[in-house]
């Protein structure tokens, strides 16, 4: 009993891997620069009845305003304060948020930008989104307040002060990343000023934390925050339930540092799944979805119990971050939807929906010149509303790609098949294949241009079952293809190539 008991003080328990979602609920979704009160509202209408276990939301602490270019979104990457006030809202807006999306089951995660703070060539100014003033000349944010002495200046070796080798793991923890100022994370100060952050968002409501730009921080530094971390608030989780933590390390392999620095810290992004599956289903280096049958920890991913998946970010569908020409996004929407289906339907790791907003992407030697541009916004730089079209599509620019039918479908399907293993994985050696989630869920994809028509073992029970592709289960009936299973639990499956989505899905709940 009294291991239990220090076990529980100290938080030493894996709480923090634990995504916190509530029964039945296996996936979130990044609500990409959304405003507050626009995210709530989804919650009560839209997430909440869907099934979505929780919503990432941009950083919500002030940051500095960039006016050249206009308004990009990653200047809500250069923090000038921990207050709660950006171009999503206020802090009253947040805390409405939290508590509505809370109680309609739907979680909600912040990305936490605590490595660094603003650029460190801006100077001295207020121009930031709460008006605090700074100066990064002399390293001053009285709005936390920090001081130079809060920065990592004596300890990088660089001479630029900013990291120009991803060799030395040393320099990429302790000097600038893209010449923002480096916090001094080993200062019980700094720590404390995080924490109080961090446990500010908990008693809000928080059910845990993206940590931006995790690779430059020493992993002993971010668990001596962690372990300061509060339980999450019991007006909604279970007594002495710890923040979930998802650290942002980009590891492809190949550089001094590694994601297995990180595993007893919390979960990672695991940016080798949507990298890899881009390359299979644009059939790139004579990849091929035949080999998807070992696909997991079976391609060198980390052990699925440490990851957090997705197929693209906001960082890699626009070239920034790691990915590369592989990434797909919502621009390639056919093979998108059968990548995200794959990545829903296959039981590694924590899936993460991107739900993204459109901008004019304009490509100049290979690289999209426009790919700063921000969130659709008014004139004078807010952030435009969510607005939801008779056909449950989003306008104002906002492309809601969790609310693509195909999409949504597979969130549900991913929640039926919980807990259950795969099995019947079934192949043609090139891009046709099928497989099952023990006797609660089936799926079938054609990615050959040739058409197919096969019988195959789905491991469900008899009966009718509507594809939650092509339709769903309307009452007793199916708004797509219906698909029969036999008393052997076989199924025929006839998928053209020229399909506007050449893949199936059927599941428990859409069984008529
Ligand atoms: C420029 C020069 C620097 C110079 C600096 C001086 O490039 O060499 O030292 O000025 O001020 C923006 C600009 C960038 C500018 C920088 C600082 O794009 O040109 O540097 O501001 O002024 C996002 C964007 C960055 C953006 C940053 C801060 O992607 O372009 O930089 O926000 O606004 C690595 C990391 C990984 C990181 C990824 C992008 O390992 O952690 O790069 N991903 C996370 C976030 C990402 C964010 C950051 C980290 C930084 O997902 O969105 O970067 O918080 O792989
Ligand atoms: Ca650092």
């Known amino acids: 009993m009294t291991l239990l008991i220090l076990l529980t003080l100290f938080g030493v328990c894996t709480g923090q891997f634990k995504p916190n979602v509530a029964n039945g609920r296996t996936s979130i979704v990044h609500l990409f620069e959304w405003r507050w009160e626009d995210i709530a509202e989804e919650c009560e209408r839209f997430l909440g009845p869907n099934g979505f276990g929780g919503v990432q939301i941009s950083p919500p602490n002030e940051n500095l305003v960039v006016t050249n270019p206009f308004r990009p979104w990653w200047e809500r990457y250069q923090p000038i304060s921990y207050k709660i006030c950006s171009r999503s809202g206020d802090e009253q807006q947040f805390r409405d948020m939290v508590t509505r999306c809370n109680n309609v089951q739907v979680n909600i995660y912040a990305d936490s930008v605590i490595n660094h703070m603003c650029s460190s060539e801006i100077g001295k100014g207020s121009s930031s989104t709460c008006g605090s003033s700074y100066d990064t000349y002399k390293k001053s944010f009285p709005g936390v307040p920090y001081s130079y002495k809060d920065f990592n200046e004596y ?13 030395d793991a040393e320099q990429v923890r302790d000097c600038r990343l893209e010449g923002l100022l480096d916090l001094a994370l080993e200062k019980d100060y700094v720590r404390e000023k995080i924490s109080e952050y961090l446990n500010k968002l908990i008693d809000i409501g928080v059910a845990g934390f993206r940590l931006d730009a995790s690779k430059h921080m020493w992993p002993g530094d971010i668990q001596a ?8 608030n019991t007006q909604w989780f279970p007594n002495g339930s710890r923040p979930f933590i998802f650290q942002e390390v980009i590891d492809l392999g190949g550089e001094a540092l590694s994601v297995q620095e990180y595993y007893d810290v919390g979960r990672i992004t695991e940016f080798k799944y949507g990298a890899k599956l881009g390359m ?7 990849e091929k979805m ?5 696909w997991g920890e079976g391609w060198g991913l980390m052990p699925t119990d440490r990851a957090t998946v997705f197929i693209d970010n906001h960082d890699n569908q626009r070239g920034h971050g790691a990915g590369g020409a592989s990434i797909l996004t919502f621009f390639d929407s056919r093979l998108y939807k059968m990548a995200v289906g794959f990545m829903l339907a296959h039981p590694y790791g924590f899936t993460r929906i991107m739900s993204s907003y459109s901008w004019p992407r304009h490509f100049v030697d290979g690289k999209d010149i ?5 969130p659709p916004s008014h004139s004078d730089g807010s952030t435009k509303a969510v607005t939801i079209n008779e056909d449950g ?14 999409i949504t479908n597979m969130v549900i399907f991913r929640n039926v098949v919980s807990g259950q293993a795969l099995t019947n994985w079934w192949d043609n050696g090139e891009n046709q294949i099928a497989f099952g989630r023990g ?9 050959d241009c040739r058409d197919m028509d096969v019988t195959l073992t789905t491991g469900l029970p008899a009966g009718t079952y509507c594809d939650v592709i092509s339709g769903q289960k309307d009452g007793t009936r199916c708004t797509g293809t219906e698909i029969t299973v036999s008393s052997t639990g076989s199924a025929h499956f006839t998928i053209t190539c020229s399909t506007e989505d050449p893949f199936i899905a059927i599941h428990m709940n859409s069984k008529l």
């Open 155 to 167: 300890k990088c070796k660089t001479d630029d002060g900013d990291i120009d080798n991803y060799e």
């Open 225 to 232: 925050i962690v372990t300061r971390l509060n339980n999450l």
């Open 280 to 286: 299979v289903f644009r059939k790139w280096d004579n």
């Open 290 to 294: 035949a080999n998807l049958k070992n």
């Open 370 to 374: 426009n790919d700063w541009v921000g």
């Open 393 to 406: 599509t989003c306008g104002n620019g906002w492309v809601c790609e969790h609310r693509w039918r195909q």
């Open 439 to 447: 006797n609660a869920g089936f799926i079938v994809f054609n990615n």
